[in-house]
Structures are given as structure tokens and as C-alpha cells.
């Protein structure tokens, strides 16, 4: 049976059929085993470009935080925010040194390009390499950003002009608080993205003709790179693609895609990329390879798959051919087939292991080489073909990095523990060429299928790069292990259980105890009954909640002094960092400043500086109240502003010339206001001098003494009222004899004004009957109530009395002891006739109240009406009745009560100019606007006793007013649009105080060249000038 089913095989149709299904199968085995390798290829070129890609994310996001937290910091380092405060409160050159110096370190410290304090406005107050750099439009913008937010913001990567050279930097600002406010200064640190930053981006960690990784930023509808491509040069911030050119890799990422992608790239060449976005910055990166580099290998797969095929099929045909000798060639065939396997694994295997990030070593059981991988090779110098057959201890040489002493027991330590990690600690491996090469290697046994020990393989790689690392982490650690030791704050660790893990220098110093009482004990050890303590408290909850905080703590020593400090809480893995700041000091300056700040503020004389120039830089409140001008319009203006033209130009030289000899300035002068009042004032101008005795402004004091002059204007007046007076007034002393007599009584009794009146006696003046009463009456009740008033006669050297209603003041010392008397007598002959003109004006004035337009209300101290008259019921149409026993706020709610109050308490009138005021019941009536006063009536004994309350609506005022000012801005544009050349001079000195646009046409001066010359300037010529002036007189 067998051989008919042999003979039946043997038929060339069979033959054929079977030759032919095999080579079928093998060129589709060929194909797909062809597909697989690609695939494979593929994802390990996709899993490398994803591996890179997110480890440069990672770092690039790491570094872009630790850069705005160094910013940060930096900012708020107390050291910096003294120095620089000082420098900002003195304006010494020492303290800008210091501050630039300390800049300086930190620069170097930190690697940054460039280091600058800023104000708000990017002016560059320091820095720490020079004055003259200049802040880029888009780093002033971020210091603007970072003022108003009050955090750490990033430039992100921009193009500027540098040394001349357009170049690449990133810049991170932070603001500084000073004095409590971030609202003026801030810290730009720039880098250089060329030593930083751009390196991480373009360096590849392993050999590549076409990888290479970029970041890019969106701008509107295009893709922007930021750093130098690799294909392409000078591209950084340079080059752009658009968003719609949608097989661009960056494009997709834009678009939202993350991860691997097929695209085409800026050279229009097919690539494999991973594309994502970097957290916490405005980057996405783009990391990627030609696809013909990745797929360079097929070719040769391509190739090996036909070789194998063809092969196959050659194989099989030779079978099929020589099927005579099938069982020979079933032996050779399943031989081939079990050495191809063989093949095909050591191939795979080679790869795998060629593959790995560690030198591979194979040994047999005698320690003879038997295979090496290619990292093997690299790092011990040996090729496999000088090798193999070689023993371990002399390719794979290996000491004891501390002792010097060779590793030669290898084999015997894997034979016996099986599997060995870090067979000897420390180890060196000494290559072929004598280099030292620190390697971690790890060792095991190779069994076959029966557990038999065929050899060893050992694995190894350089640990070069990792202790480099380690040893820069260790420099960074005691780096900042001593600045931390060394901070001027204090510095604390607090354990979960209150216990004293760490503290530094200055925390012991304020601590004022000994370390080692500290550190391994309690809080509540150290310091007894501080549990109940806001600062313990604040601890306890951030230790609970893993949360943040900051307090200002007030300390009371053993010893009874009281210390003031600023705390910062940041949880740490240990339990709780405390950063204490001593702010006594500062904070006494700072309530010291305060105060003096507030003094000047609430100061009711004018205070305002100016610098070395004459140019105002601050006015107190008291300045814009008195002149009417606010801090803006004044500050940046000389003190010419409010000059009356009062002084004459020689006496503002000789003012200047005493303070240029760095001497105070005092005297009396005339100032005006902004709506043109003139004021007298006690001047006091001293110069402010620094440290270096060099004059950096002037401060001003200025005493608005009108009252006091007019006063004394008043007081003048008064005593001319008294000479002119028709009553008769005159003083004496406690014995009644004349001190003075005025000119009416002088000129009544007929004595001369040169005459001697020290022998008279004041009852020399009056007939008998009223002596007596004087001196009976009238004296003792002026003596006992400080005043009398009654009815006497004065009498003429003819007889004749004079009818007098009189009045005696006793005039007391501050001890109540009578020093004089004074009178005033009128004659009163006329009286009848006054008293029915008083009735009558009475009666007028009555009528004047109930018919005037004016608003008159009769208040009481508590603002509630007694009266008002018909004109204030209408302005709010309400009858007279209405008002009275309401009050007036209940009314008319307002911020005005505190003015009612302030008449009340200081007896003062006061008065209001065009005030608006909107009908809280009539709101359609729209804004009116009212001038009104409220004066105070006062009782006998001082008090207040009713308020009047007038008020006038001077809305049409107000807005005639506004017409007029507009009717103004309309005729200047006409004066200074016609075409006839116009000025005005004033008379007679002829000089020009306006001229219009025409005028500087005409003659060709600039118009402030002419104002305030003589007119004289337009025509030079005698004869001209005197036809001039001809015209000017017949004009007048």
C-alpha cells in the first residue's frame, strides 16, 4: 500500500501540484514574515521617538517651572528686598553698588544672561552687569503682566536686538513686594536659550542622519519655531508654516494631536514623529526621523525574505525532483530546516541583545568567552573575534575601586549563589586600552533544558554619567545645605509630632537656646504652654492639612522682650519648613515712616517736594485742597504754578541763589490758586541733602496765613472804623481814669487830638446823675458779669447832655482779675426814629423771606427745620408746614451730614459753589446744581443755638458756564484760523500777551517766542514803530 501510495507521488502531475503549493506557501510566508519585520522595525523606531519625546517634555516642563520658582524666589529673598530697599530710600551709590554686586552673584550663581530690577514702567533701576541694556517690548509687557498678577510669569522664547545682534532669549520676571506693595518693581531674569534650553531640545540620544526634536508655538494661524532645525539654518522664531498645511506634524499637534503621527515635515519629506504639548508652557514639541531612515533596513530584510524563498523553493524542487532519495532528503531537509531555526535565533538573539542598554558577556563553565554584544565591545575595548576562547578575567577585567584589589572570582560567585546583582561594589572595569570605566554589573548561571549549568553571562553598564550626576546633586545639596545654614532668616524643620528635626544658624539665634535642647525634642518641651498659641495653632493645621501659610508672630522672651516675626509654613516630606524673619526692627521704621508719612498727609500747612531741578514730585493733600490742583496736574510741574506775579523776578533769583548756597529760605509771599485766588503764606524752603552732602531736592512748607492778614487788614479797618465811628467809645483803668478816647467823643467835648487825656476821669463826661450810675451800677455789674448796659448821658462843656444807650466791658486777665474798662456809648436821640426804621426793615425783611427766590431753612443743632420760607417748600413742592419738626437728612439723605456736624462743633460758617444735587422724589428733574451756606446762630453763652440754612440754584449759572467755556474753545479755533495775523498787547508797556497762528506765519517767531516780549519785536524800524504807536493812541 505504502509503495502505491509512493508510486502515486511520483506522478509528474502530483509533482508538480505539490512543488507548486509549496512555493506558494513559502513566497507567502515570504510576505508576511517581510510585513512583520516592518512592523516590528516600525514600532521600535515609534517606541524610541515616544521615549525620547516625553523624557525631553518632562525636563523641558521641569525646567521651565524650576526657572519661575527660582524667579520667585530670588524676588523674595529678604536679603535682595533690604538691599535694594535701601538703595531705594537713600539713592546712595553705595547702596546701587551693593545692590548691582548682589545681582551680580546671582547671576553667576544662577547662569543667567542677564539680571535686572525694573520699575513698573521697565526703566532699569539695577542689574548686575550694566545700566545701559534695554528691556524688549515683549519683556515689558511681561513685567506689566507679572505687576498686576502678582506671580512669577515667563516671556516664553522672542528675537531682540542685543550688542547690536539680533538674538534669542527667554526671559522669567517676577514681581518684588516692597514696603508691603507689588505694585512698582519687579526682577527680569533673561537667559540665553542657546546654554540652556536649546540644547536639551536638539541634542539625540542616539546616532541618527534625519532625527532630530523642535518646539514650536502658535501664532494665529501658523506654526512658529523656536529653536535652529536641523536640516535648516538661522530658523529659530524665524520660520513659519501655516496651521492649514495640514500633513505638517506641528499643524496636527496644533490641531490637538498627541502622539505618534505620519506626516510630511518642513522639507516636504515623509516622516515618523510624536508630537505633544508641554505642560505649564506655551510649547508643544515635535520629536522625529525620516521614514526611509527607519525603514533603511528593509532592503536588506527584503533581500534575505527572497533569499530564503527562493532557496525554499529550490530546495523543494531539488526534493521533489530527487523524491527517489526521499529519506536522504527528508534527513537533509529537516537538518537544513533545524540549522535555519538556529540561524534565525541567533540572529533574533543578536539583535535583542545588541540591542540593550548593558554590556552582555557568555561564558562556558570554564569562563571562557563564548559571545559579547556590541555595547560589551565598546566598553571593554575587545572585538568577539579577539574574544571568544579568552578568559573573563582578561577581557572583563575588573578591580575594587576603593581597595585596587582584582575581581578574579566571578565564575566560582555565580556558580554558587546563582543569580549575583553588583557582584563586587565599587567596581572599575579596566578596558583594553588601560581605561577606567566605573561599571554596576550583575551575574547568572545559563542551564540547559535539563537544568544543567552550561556557562555564565554577565550584564554591565557604565555608571560614568550616573555619578556625575550624583556627585553634582551632592555639590547641589551642600550648596544649599550652606545657604540654607547660612540665611539670615531662620530656618526650622517641625516633625509630625512637634519635634525639632532641623534647625539653622539664625533659628538658634533667635531661639536663644542651646542646639542640642532643640533638636530631638518637642515644641512643647522647649517651650512650655505653646499650644495654646496662634503660631502653634497655624503649625498644627498645616501639618494636618498639608497646606501653606504665612503669619506674623509676636514673641515674648523669657527675659520679658518682646520680638515681632514674619513665619512662612511649607509642608516638606519631614513635616513642616519654617522660614522666620525678625521684622522688629523693620516694622518700628515702618510704623516710624507711617506716621511721618501720615503727619505730612493729614498736615493742615502745604508740604511738597521737588528734585534738584525745581520739579515737583510730591504735593500732600493740603496743597491740592488750598490751590485746587490734584497730585497729577502738580506733580512733573515747577513751582511756578502757583506763582501770583505778586514777586518780582529779582526776588525768585535771590530765593534760588540762597538755596543753591544749600541755606533755608523764609518769608512771607503771595501764591495762587487754580481758579486764580491770591493767598499769603509763610514760606519755609530748606534743601534736602543726602549722605554724600550733595543737594537732591528741596522741601517746601507753606502756612496759609490770609486769615492772619486779613486780620490785621481787619483789624486796621477796625481801628479806623473806631476814629470814624460817630459813637463815642473810650477805655480807663480800675480807677476810672482815661486810657483813650475816640475821635467823636474828642471832637463832641471840644478837646484837641494831641491833647492829654491821662487827667481825666471817664465820669468827667457825664452829668452827675449819670456817674452815679456808672460808677454804682455800671462798674460793679461789668466787674461781677464781665459786662453792664444801660442808659446814660454824655455832656458837652456847654451843658448840654447827649442822651447815650452805653455799654461797660470789664476787660479780665486769665486769672479773672480786672486789668481795664472799656465803653461805648451812642447816642440814642435818634432812637424812636431808628426803632420805627427797625420796624419797617423788619418788616421787609419778613417780606424778603417769604417772597425772595433764595432757599432760607431755620434749623435747629439736631437739623431739624423750625421754618422755611415759600421759595424752599416750592423748590421741592411741599407746603411751609411740611418741614417743620422734620429732619433734615431723613429728608434729604446725603454726605453733607458731616459738614452740618462739623459747622456745629467748630461755630464756622460754611459754604458751598455749584454743587450738584439730584431729587431723590423728582430724579426726572435731572442734576441741579446749588450754592448754599449754613451759618451758625450762637446763644449767650457761645453755643450753637439754630443753623440758617440759604441756598440758590445756579444750574443756569453752571451752564452758562459751560456755554461760555465752549464759546471760548470756538473763538480761539476762529482766532487761530483766520488768515489775519492778530495779537493783543497789553498797555501802556506795549507787551504781547496772545497771538494767533497767522502772526507766527507772518513774521516767522514761534508764538511762545513772542508772548510776554514787547511788541516792538514786529517792527524794527523807528518809523514804523512810531506810526504804530500813533494808531494805538488814536485806537484808545
Given amino acids: 500500500m505504502n509503495n502505491n501510495i509512493r508510486l502515486s507521488i511520483l506522478k509528474k502531475r502530483h509533482l508538480a501540484l505539490i512543488f507548486a503549493s509549496i512555493a506558494i506557501i513559502m513566497a507567502i510566508w515570504g510576505s508576511w514574515y517581510y510585513v512583520q519585520e516592518k512592523e516590528k522595525i516600525k514600532l521600535a523606531s515609534e517606541s524610541t521617538i515616544s521615549a525620547i519625546a516625553t523624557l525631553k517634555s518632562d525636563r523641558i ?15 523674595g529673598h529678604a536679603f535682595l528686598i533690604e538691599t535694594f530697599n535701601k538703595y531705594l530710600e537713600t539713592g546712595s551709590e553705595i547702596e546701587k553698588r551693593n545692590t548691582s554686586l548682589l545681582l551680580s552673584q546671582i547671576k553667576a550663581e544662577h547662569g543667567y544672561h542677564e539680571l535686572f530690577i525694573t520699575s513698573s514702567g521697565g526703566d532699569i533701576i539695577a542689574s548686575g552687569r550694566n545700566m545701559q541694556a534695554e528691556l524688549s517690548a515683549t519683556e515689558l509687557k511681561t513685567v506689566e503682566q507679572a505687576i498686576t498678577t502678582g506671580k512669577s510669569v515667563s516671556t516664553g522664547l522672542f528675537r531682540t536686538l542685543l550688542n547690536g545682534r539680533e538674538s534669542s532669549l527667554i526671559s522669567y520676571i517676577s514681581p518684588i513686594e516692597i514696603n508691603g506693595s507689588i505694585q512698582y518693581f519687579a526682577l527680569v531674569c533673561r537667559m540665553d536659550p542657546y546654554l540652556t534650553l536649546y540644547p536639551l531640545v536638539e541634542s539625540w540620544p542616539v546616532s541618527s542622519q534625519t532625527a532630530e526634536s523642535f518646539l514650536f508655538s502658535v501664532e494665529k494661524d501658523s506654526v512658529l519655531y523656536l529653536n535652529n532645525l536641523k536640516h535648516l539654518t538661522n530658523t529659530a522664531l524665524k520660520l513659519k508654516m ?271 537656646k542651646p542646639k542640642e535642647e532643640l533638636l530631638g525634642n518637642t515644641m512643647m518641651a522647649c517651650y512650655p504652654g505653646i499650644e495654646g498659641s496662634e503660631m502653634f495653632s497655624t503649625l498644627k493645621k498645616c501639618l494636618e492639612q498639608r497646606v501653606s501659610a504665612d503669619l506674623e508672630n509676636v514673641f515674648t522672651y523669657p527675659d520679658g522682650e518682646v520680638r515681632d516675626f514674619r513665619l512662612r509654613f511649607e509642608p516638606v516630606p519631614d513635616g513642616i519648613f519654617i522660614l522666620s524673619e525678625d521684622i522688629t526692627e523693620s516694622k518700628i521704621a515702618r510704623d516710624f515712616i507711617l506716621k511721618f508719612k501720615m503727619g505730612i498727609e493729614l498736615s493742615a500747612d502745604v508740604v511738597f517736594l521737588t528734585d534738584k531741578n525745581g520739579v515737583i514730585t510730591y504735593v500732600n493733600p493740603a496743597f491740592e485742597r488750598i490751590f485746587g490742583y490734584s497730585k497729577q ?23 534760588w541763589d540762597t538755596l543753591l548756597e544749600e ?225 433734615h437728612f431723613e429728608l434729604y439723605p446725603s454726605d453733607a451730614a458731616g459738614i452740618f456736624e462739623e459747622v456745629v462743633n467748630s461755630k464756622t460758617a460754611y459754604h458751598a459753589v455749584e454743587k450738584p444735587f439730584v431729587y431723590a422724589n423728582n430724579p426726572e428733574r435731572g442734576i441741579t446744581y446749588w450754592d448754599w451756606s449754613l451759618v451758625p446762630l450762637l446763644k449767650g453763652n457761645g453755643e450753637v443755638d439754630s443753623l440758617i440754612f440759604t441756598l440758590l440754584n445756579v444750574t443756569d449759572r453752571v451752564k452758562a458756564k459751560a456755554e461760555l467755556v465752549e464759546s471760548e474753545r470756538f473763538l480761539n479755533s476762529i482766532f487761530n484760523s483766520v488768515n489775519d495775523a492778530i495779537f493783543t498787547i497789553s498797555m501802556p508797556d506795549r507787551v504781547i500777551r496772545s497771538a494767533n497762528k497767522a502772526v507766527s506765519d507772518l513774521f516767522g517767531y514761534n508764538i511762545d517766542e513772542v508772548v510776554g516780549k514787547p511788541s516792538r519785536i514786529f517792527y524794527p524800524e523807528e518809523k514804523t514803530y512810531i506810526e504804530y504807536g500813533q494808531h494805538l493812541s488814536a485806537a484808545i
Avoid at 516642563?61 to 524676588?75: G, N, R, S, Y
Avoid at 515747577?638 to 518780582?648: F, V, Y
Fill in 242 to 512: 501655516p496651521i492649514s498645511q495640514t500633513n505638517l506634524p506641528a499643524s496636527k499637534a496644533a490641531r490637538g494631536y498627541r502622539g505618534i503621527v505620519s506626516g510630511i515635515d518642513y522639507r516636504d519629506v515623509d516622516v515618523v514623529a510624536y508630537t505633544g504639548k508641554i505642560n505649564g508652557t506655551p510649547w508643544y514639541i515635535v520629536s522625529k526621523i525620516d521614514e526611509s531612515e527607519v525603514y533603511a533596513e528593509m532592503p536588506l530584510v527584503m533581500m534575505r525574505v527572497a533569499a530564503l524563498v527562493l532557496i525554499g523553493i529550490l530546495f523543494t524542487g531539488i526534493a521533489v525532483g530527487l523524491v527517489y532519495n526521499l529519506r536522504q532528503m527528508s534527513i537533509y531537509k529537516e537538518l537544513y530546516q533545524k540549522e535555519k531555526e538556529i540561524w534565525q535565533h541567533q540572529e533574533k538573539f543578536k539583535v535583542t541583545i545588541d540591542s540593550l542598554g548593558d554590556g552582555v558577556i557568555l561564558t562556558d563553565t570554564k569562563a571562557k568567552i563564548q559571545y559579547m554584544n556590541s555595547l560589551a565591545e565598546t566598553l571593554t575595548g575587545w572585538k568577539l573575534r579577539e574574544a571568544r576562547g579568552r578568559s573573563l578575567s582578561e577581557v572583563y577585567e575588573v578591580r575594587n575601586e576603593e581597595t585596587g584589589q582584582k575581581e578574579n572570582n566571578i565564575l566560582e560567585k555565580v556558580m554558587k549563589h546563582g543569580i549575583v546583582k553588583e557582584l563586587a561594589n565599587h567596581t572599575l572595569l579596566i578596558s583594553k586600552s588601560g581605561k577606567e570605566i566605573p561599571v554596576v554589573d550583575t551575574g547568572a548561571p545559563v542551564h540547559d533544558s535539563d537544568g544543567s549549568i552550561l556557562g555564565i553571562v554577565i550584564t554591565f553598564h557604565d555608571e560614568t554619567e550616573k555619578r556625575l550626576q550624583q556627585r553634582l546633586i551632592k555639590e547641589s545639596e551642600e550648596r544649599l545645605r550652606s545657604s540654607l545654614e547660612n540665611l539670615i532668616e531662620g530656618c526650622q524643620i517641625i516633625g509630625y509630632d512637634f519635634t525639632y528635626l532641623y534647625l539653622n544658624k539664625a533659628a538658634i539665634k533667635s531661639s536663644r
Fill in 61 to 75: 516642563e521641569v525646567w521651565f517651572k524650576d526657572e519661575l520658582l527660582d524667579a520667585q524666589l530670588i524676588a
Fill in 663 to 887: 541755606k533755608p529760605e523764609y518769608r512771607e509771599i503771595i501764591n495762587k490758586t487754580k481758579d486764580g485766588k491770591l493767598l499769603y503764606f509763610e514760606v519755609s524752603i530748606n534743601p534736602i541733602i543726602n549722605d554724600t552732602n550733595e543737594v537732591i531736592g528741596y522741601l517746601a512748607i507753606e502756612r496759609d496765613i490770609t486769615a492772619r492778614k486779613l486780620a490785621e487788614k481787619a483789624q486796621s479797618q477796625l481801628t479806623a472804623i473806631i476814629e470814624a465811628t460817630p459813637d463815642f467809645i473810650g477805655t480807663a483803668d480800675l480807677d476810672g481814669k482815661a486810657i483813650y478816647i475816640n475821635n467823636a467823643v474828642r471832637k463832641e467835648l471840644g478837646i484837641e487830638p494831641d491833647e492829654d487825656i491821662s487827667n481825666f476821669r471817664i465820669t468827667d463826661f457825664h452829668p452827675e446823675w449819670a456817674s452815679n450810675l456808672i460808677l454804682n451800677e455800671g462798674v460793679a455789674a461789668a466787674v461781677q458779669n464781665g459786662s453792664w448796659h444801660g442808659e446814660t448821658a454824655l455832656i458837652l462843656r456847654d451843658g448840654i447832655e447827649i442822651p447815650l444807650s452805653q455799654i461797660i466791658i470789664a476787660h479780665k486777665s486769665a486769672e479773672g482779675e480786672v486789668e481795664y474798662f472799656s465803653t461805648i456809648g451812642r447816642d440814642i436821640s435818634e432812637r424812636k426814629k431808628f426803632e420805627a426804621e427797625l420796624i419797617e426793615k423788619t418788616t421787609i425783611l419778613t417780606a424778603f423771606f417769604d417772597n425772595t427766590l433764595t432757599l432760607i431753612a431755620l434749623l435747629d443743632n439736631d437739623f431739624n427745620f423750625i421754618s422755611v420760607n415759600q421759595a424752599y417748600a416750592a423748590a421741592d413742592e411741599k407746603e411751609v408746614d411740611f418741614f417743620v419738626g422734620k429732619n
Fill in 633 to 655: 496736574e502738580a506733580i512733573g510741574k515747577t513751582p511756578g504754578l502757583i506763582k501770583s506775579g505778586q514777586l518780582s523776578n529779582k526776588d525768585y533769583a535771590k530765593i
